[in-house]
């Protein structure tokens, strides 16, 4: 549906890897809040105003004090615009949302 895809996917800059990553925050982000984040809950725009949004408007991000501090930040590290800031799946790895001991 392209709901998904990163704003560098858009622009004809694909990189598979960064592509995954930022689906993967948008993912999570989703599943946590329980409707996709660059919408209301229950709105459903048509495709070009669903692009204009992930393109042009901010990164999503949660709202401070739902979920953990871990849990922001590697959502956060995931949501990079720029995909040459977002972090790659083996840094991923090493962020303490994953690494903490539960």
């Not at 990553?21 to 209301?40: A, D, K, Q, V």
């Amino acid at each position: 549906s392209g709901s998904d895809h990163g704003p560098d996917t858009y622009g004809g800059n694909y990189n598979g890897y960064a592509a995954d990553i930022w689906s993967l925050g948008l993912t999570l982000m989703e599943l946590f809040l329980g409707y996709f984040p660059f919408l209301l809950p229950g709105e459903r725009p048509d495709w070009a105003t669903l692009m204009c949004a992930i393109c042009f408007g901010d990164p999503p991000t949660l709202p401070s004090g739902s979920g953990s501090d871990e849990f922001r930040s590697f959502v956060n590290c995931c949501l990079q615009k720029e995909a040459s800031k977002r972090w790659s799946a083996a840094k991923l790895l090493t962020h303490p949302f994953i690494c903490k001991k539960r």
